[in-house]
């Protein structure tokens, strides 16, 4: 019992769930605690984008599209039918995964490329119908004046601090689900689909319903991801849908690192912060994350979160290694350090 | 009778891969598929392991009809195969690639993953329990953590093998499994074919080592051409003339 108890990683995951929950006190102001709930919200559909991308192997270019979609049917639920946002975001949420199982049964008849190409097409053809249709969703004007999420009994959403809080359970759940599907044998199935789908199919596995599924899930978090940013800005246009967003979520995720648990927040994190800290030099900025990027993928193909991982494997390897040769006795410690070099 | 094809037809374009082929596998036996270069004997495999549609005949197998079934349920029917070229995961450990070979006999989903349930674990401890259970069958115990990149090719010709029996398969299709590994490998691959064959697991390969077939197989099937040219026991096999006219070329081939 309680054997998580001594494991270091059990601790490092505490020490930052206190950071998260002190930051609000600890942000010198208002402005990075703005910057941080706002990472939150898009960390949680860069999430849903490492479950396609990073573990199922499909580059999917829709996922801004979903976002876009789950914070119109939030924000239009709740402007017009004058629903409470603790129903219009779990509806968000299943419409955004509706509308991407029926997209998925279509584009997943294709591969490679051809996938590729079509998510994009999708993502595309999702931002002009939110444009073009303005009596719905008010065109290029957007939706103004999204309520804010409605209080539950004493607690209130008004203030940024309640916010934050606020999307980071949501950001905390998020990765509570993301960890324990990566673990179990649906990750692992998952994971296979991405080494070798013809394998996989050999093996027994339905590849068409495992892409669906996390397909669906991945659109389930984006949507919600999408509700919460409906929520928290309260303004909403059609640039929210723009692929352009897409490729951001991608950026995060190649900076963080694919099929992580830990990649997809630090990447957004990090690009978060130097978007921000880059302000001065406007649209130049983008030429630095442009030799970022090159620099990532070329180095440190892993992403922060794998390198570092990879280094942890070399570190213990080593250290075991030392150890075995002191007490020369084969260490069990060794078999757990290389254990985890594989599916990871 | 465990699996039966009849004009059984692969066309690639105006290619015939395979042309009206009918045969039989009885339950236990081994069994083996030989011809020369592009004679059909893949095209075969992938057909009769649901790799490939047929064009035309059917497949059978355990007196289902198979013909139109996707891929995936081959092998929950019992169906389990190798590749001629070595197929694994490969950024993955040896133990975690027989991990996934299980999948296809748990019942878990996304509901179970997520709230950890106890169908989960038991499936988890299943699948782990399986895995090592192959993984001392074909001997490769010792390798257990190494990723698969770092074993040696015969190693990965018997995790392969490993892999296909993980899900517990009734018929076991080996493309060429002892392509590529030394003589004194090859010897022990066809141990290891033997020892799959007593447990009661009926195996169909296909080789171009002949010392190892005529050595191992019951029944030997001779395609050339997509066609059928000769069936029979090794020793049958070995007088037919039209399978040596295949073989060194001549006039019955004609």
Redesign the interface.
């Known amino acids: 019992m309680f054997v998580f108890l001594k494991k270091p990683k059990f601790w490092a995951y505490l020490v930052l769930l206190a950071v998260a929950i002190v930051f609000p006190f600890i942000s010198p102001n208002r402005y990075y605690l703005t910057v941080v709930t706002l990472s939150f919200i898009y960390a949680i559909a860069v999430y849903g984008l490492n479950l396609i991308v990073g573990y199922l192997g499909q580059l999917s270019l829709a996922q801004a599209g979903f976002f876009g979609l789950g914070a119109y049917v939030s924000g239009l639920l709740s402007l017009k039918l004058h629903m409470s946002f603790w129903l219009t975001m779990p509806l968000a949420a299943v419409a955004t995964t509706v509308v991407a199982l029926m997209v998925g049964l279509i584009s997943f008849r294709t591969r490679g490329h051809y996938f590729v190409i079509l998510t994009l097409c999708i993502g595309v053809i999702i931002h002009l119908v939110i444009e073009k249709w303005d009596d719905l969703t008010g065109g290029v004007r957007g939706l103004i004046g999204i309520p804010r999420p409605t209080s539950i009994g004493p607690i209130d959403f008004i203030s940024l601090e309640s916010q934050y809080y606020l999307v980071l359970a949501f950001l905390m759940l998020t990765i509570f689900v993301m960890s324990r599907i990566a673990s179990s044998l649906v990750g692992r199935t998952f994971k296979s689909i991405r080494n070798s789908e013809e394998l996989a199919a050999t093996l027994g596995i339905n590849v068409m319903n495992n892409k669906l599924l996390a397909f669906g899930i991945a659109a389930f978090f984006t949507g919600i991801a999408g509700a919460l940013f409906a929520g928290y800005i309260r303004f909403i246009g059609p640039d929210i849908c723009n692929p352009n967003l897409t490729f951001e979520f991608l950026l995060f995720l190649l900076i963080g690192g694919q099929a992580t648990i830990a990649g997809p927040l630090v990447g957004t994190l990090v690009a978060n912060g130097l978007t921000e800290s880059l302000q001065f030099m406007q649209e130049y900025r983008m030429v630095v994350f442009g030799i970022l990027l090159i620099l990532i993928v070329r180095f440190f193909p892993g992403g922060l979160a794998g390198e570092t991982r990879i280094l942890i494997t070399k570190l213990e390897n080593r250290f075991n290694k030392r150890k075995k040769s002191r007490t020369n006795a084969p260490s069990k410690g060794e078999s757990h350090a290389t254990k985890d070099q594989g599916f990871n | 009778m465990l699996l039966k094809t009849k004009a059984l037809t692969k066309n690639f374009g105006g290619l015939t891969a395979l042309n009206k082929v009918d045969f039989e596998i009885e339950e236990g036996e081994i069994v083996a598929i030989i011809g020369p270069n592009g004679a059909g004997k893949s095209t075969f495999f992938n057909l009769i392991?649901g790799?490939y549609p047929s064009c035309s005949g059917n497949i059978s197998f355990m007196g289902k009809d198979m013909t139109r079934t996707?891929?995936?349920?081959?092998?929950?029917m019992g169906i389990?195969?190798t590749?001629q070229t070595t197929?694994?995961?490969?950024?993955?450990?040896v133990?975690?690639n027989l991990?996934?070979?299980y999948?296809?006999?748990?019942k878990?989903?996304?509901f179970?993953?997520?709230?950890?349930t106890s169908r989960?674990r038991r499936?988890?401890g299943a699948?782990r329990e399986k895995a090592e259970e192959v993984l001392d069958f074909i001997g490769l115990t010792a390798a257990?953590?190494?990723?698969v990149g770092n074993i040696s090719q015969e190693a990965a010709k018997r995790l392969a093998i490993g892999?296909?029996l993980?899900?517990e398969p009734r018929l076991l299709l080996l493309d060429e499994p002892a392509a590529g590994v030394n003589h004194g490998e090859t010897s022990e691959l066809a141990g290891l074919i033997k020892k799959i064959q007593q447990t009661g697991i009926t195996v169909c390969l296909i080789e171009h080592k002949m010392q190892m077939v005529m050595n191992l197989a019951h029944r030997i099937m001779v395609l050339n051409y997509g066609s059928k040219i000769a069936e029979g026991t090794p020793k049958e096999i070995s007088n037919n003339e039209r399978v040596i006219a295949a073989y060194l070329g001549g006039r019955a081939n004609a």
């Open positions: 392991s790799y996707p891929t995936h349920k081959f092998a929950c389990g195969r590749f197929n694994l995961f490969t950024d993955s450990t133990l975690d991990i996934i070979g999948r296809s006999k748990t878990m989903g996304m179970d993953a997520i709230f950890n989960a499936d988890e699948s257990k953590w190494q990723p892999l296909a993980v899900a």
